[in-house]
């Protein structure tokens, strides 16, 4: 137990380093060639009326070699609301690792969740804490979103390397196919959208991502893997299912294949 | 110089076990019990604030009475010490029975080693995947360690409430049959306990990955009326 001078409070971090955990990778690994590892790519997140919409791409890629195709990128931060990252795949799930706990463990001790800003800043504060790796090609680039539930409707975020905390206003998109993705949603957007046409926007996003960007995955109807999309309303973090995906992807193969046929290259 | 007089040790012994249940039966008392879906926990308190039930981790809840700072303070060690495990190793890992154990050295430590003993009775529950691997422990304010079958009772009057409260309870109850088998023992026959006198929490099997919930007050109305 500790005292009431040296009582780490509700951050999970600090408690860790209490008792002699260090949860990042610090250390002098200068110089040297940095091992291949896998990289994570396209994420994105949008407002709708009532919430948000993320979603995010399966592939990850070693250099030109796919490294997996199922990997989950986008996963439920606590209860309203979730994060996505692209960027070096090995430090990204640790540092969602810590921030899921340090939410849950901030909600514990204090008997309430953080504020939806908090969470936000919290996730700022272990991408600055990953500079020294990002210097090193192992940078992390989290999106985050959520429903706010003081201010009743949904808000997103984006951050840099060095922990650079950007809220946008409708939607964001991010990784190695997110500036076709962005403009997918650019183009698409409209405000306070019903929410299945938001899910559907995402989702062409990622298929025309997927389309120009080899390092992003789009849906793989051969072996049934679909992108991982959710929406977070002020009912919660809900996951699409795969059948509710897979007849969107299926329309934008048709609407292809149609243009294809009638003559365009 | 003067002489300390000599106390025997049955005597300091005695003397703050007694000073330690005078504590610990000035607050309100608190009942657990299994029901088919889980654990419910039920507390006499007032307060809508400070908790005497609360979540430590998965599928591990906490229970404490006594003295408010100092319950609460092994609560935090609590979740400190389970976060802390399920991050180094897994969340399977993390479990109410070495928590237990590890409640059980404090207090006993404490309880022959300080002045002042902790005036604190608390309850580790875990819930099970089914009702045969659900555990209580129970741990008094010396380190003693009870592992309990089916029901527990914490604080002050703990016997009369824990002879009520055998007579109806099942564990085949359903949740509102158990909350109103709880609430009935803690107040007895001379007095009525509404929903903002009590504090219900559950450890429930079908709750998700997370199997703790608080009931709000008009949940637990529901049930009482």
Known sequence: ???????????????????????????DATGGVAPSTPHATTVLALRFDGGVVMAGDRRATVGNRIANREMEKLMPADRFSGVAISGSAGPAMDMIKVFQLQLEHFEKLDGRAISLEGKANQLSQLVRANLPAAMQGFGVYPIFAGYDLLRETGRLWDFDGTGGRYEERDFVATGSGGGVAGTVLKVGFRPAMPVEEAVT??????????????????????????????????????????????PRFEAFRTEQRTILEGGAS | MNQPFYVSPEQVMKDRADYARKGIARGRALVAVQYVDGIVLVAENTSNTLRKISEIYDRIGFAGVGKYNEFDSLRRFGVRNADVKGYQYSRDDVEARSLANEYAQILG???????????????????????????????MYDGTLVDEQGMSVLGGDAEAISARLSETWRKEDDLRAAVRGCVAALCGPDRTLGAGDTEVAVLSRSNGRRCFRRLDDAEVSGFLV
């Not at chain 2, 404490?110 to 555990?135: C, N, R, W, Y």
């Open chain 1, 201 to 246: 926007l995402a989702c062409r996003a990622l298929h025309e991502a997927a389309d120009v960007d080899a390092a992003t995955g789009g849906a793989d109807a051969l072996r049934g893997i679909y992108p991982v999309v959710a929406t977070i309303t002020k009912d919660g973090w809900m996951r699409r299912a795969d059948d509710d995906l897979a």
């Open chain 1, 1 to 27: 137990m500790f005292g009431p001078e040296n009582d780490p409070g509700s951050s999970f971090v600090t408690l860790l380093r209490r008792v002699g955990i260090e949860p990042f990778g610090v250390g």
């Open chain 2, 109 to 139: 430590q404490t309880f022959t080693h300080e002045m002042k003993p902790l005036e604190v009775e608390i309850l580790v529950a875990e819930v099970g995947f089914t009702q045969e691997s659900d555990q209580l422990f129970h741990i």
